[in-house]
Antibody
């Protein structure tokens, strides 16, 4: 079935980096865009960025400029989010989500990856 | 950046009644507006895209309306499983795509 399966929870120290993976199955990975959205504890949803595996085009929110890298491996149908220079403010659940027919709405979500940043 | 504002923050409604949730954009987003439902410990679920089109498998009691800056999600007859947090999202002018802060729909 159509699904996105994310990597497991991470605990990182301030200043470290984290890489979250998102493996797709049940559909043609290369023909969809993928978003990364995060949710801090008890807070709302925050869009971080988007990648097209077809041409590796990416877009991201300005607040993550210089700290975020999004990549995709079409051979394994996996998207990746790399976030550097972590602070406690980056503690959140990170979701990958598929673009719905290139509209910008997100129709398939991963289960989420908890990232805790703590000294 | 387009700011999305949802109202109310919390809505208390009895099962079987109608719920109306609002979302306002700081500038026009045309019909590039989606609604999501999120239950505790779960990922969000797409309900509505294009302001008024139900996603696959979404019951007909969910409907969306609006254009430009004012949008509404209506749940016509609340079921127990509908009590959750609802978010709107604009994808007209991005990056960044932006979400509202959410409306918590609780049982009255």
């Amino acid at each position: 079935q159509v699904q996105l399966v994310q990597s497991g929870a991470e605990v990182k120290k301030p200043g470290a980096s984290v890489k979250v993976s998102c493996k797709a199955s049940g559909f043609n990975f290369a023909t969809f865009g993928f978003n990364w959205v995060r949710q801090a504890p008890g807070q709302g949803l925050e869009w971080m960025g988007w990648i097209s595996p077809f041409n590796d085009n990416t877009k991201h929110a300005q607040k993550f400029q210089g700290r975020v890298t999004m990549t995709a491996d079409t051979s394994t149908s996996t998207a990746y989010l790399d976030l550097r220079s972590l602070t406690s403010d980056d503690t959140a659940v990170y979701y990958c989500a598929r673009d719905h027919d290139s509209t910008g709405a997100m129709d398939v979500w991963g289960q989420g990856t908890t990232v805790i940043v703590s000294s | 950046e387009i700011v999305m504002t949802q109202a109310p923050a919390t809505l208390s409604v009895s099962p079987g009644e109608r719920a109306t949730l609002s979302c306002r954009a700081s500038q026009s987003v045309s019909s590039d507006l989606a609604w999501y439902q999120q239950k505790p410990g779960q990922a969000p679920r797409l309900l509505i895209f294009g302001a008024s089109t139900r996603a696959t498998g979404i019951p007909a009691r969910f409907s969306g309306s609006g254009f430009g800056t004012e949008f509404t999600l209506t749940i016509s007859s609340l079921q127990s499983e509908d009590f959750a947090v609802y978010y709107c999202q604009q994808y007209n002018n991005w990056p960044p795509s932006t979400f509202g802060q959410g409306t918590k729909l609780e049982i009255k």
